[in-house]
């Protein structure tokens, strides 16, 4: 019994690894006016709705968050996908941002870092 239940353990714990942490791969800021529009494209293995990236976030180096956009479903038959956030106010001397994902079970997925022009 206790190996039965240590090999469904086992299997549990490599399905979740298989999808890994969420990766931003493309990120196009767009002015709009006094704010900014990001378009965001993220990839992660998603598995439905035990693992998949809920979302992503724009921020200073500083770690400032300048917008936060939830992502409400699994994407698991779209890959990569894109979503966008409007109405983000960059201060007058930022130089870089960083946009990052975040998934249901690890986390928050590394940097992508965008130089602004």
């Known amino acids: 019994m206790l190996k039965h239940a240590l090999t469904i353990a086992a299997l549990l714990i ?3 690894a298989v999808a890994g942490q969420p990766r931003v791969i493309d990120v196009t800021l767009t002015p709009t006016g006094s704010t900014w529009r990001a378009e965001v494209t993220v990839a992660h293995a998603d598995t439905g709705w035990d693992h998949y990236a809920d979302g992503w976030d724009i921020r200073l180096p500083d770690n ?25 106010t960059l201060p007058d001397d930022a130089t870089t941002v960083l946009v990052r994902a975040h998934d249901s079970v690890h986390g928050w997925g590394p940097d992508f870092v965008v130089t602004l022009p």
């Open 14 to 16: 490599c399905g979740a």
């Open 64 to 88: 400032t968050v300048l917008g936060h956009r939830v992502l409400h479903h699994p994407h698991v038959t779209e890959q990569p996908f894109t979503r966008s956030l409007s109405g983000i």
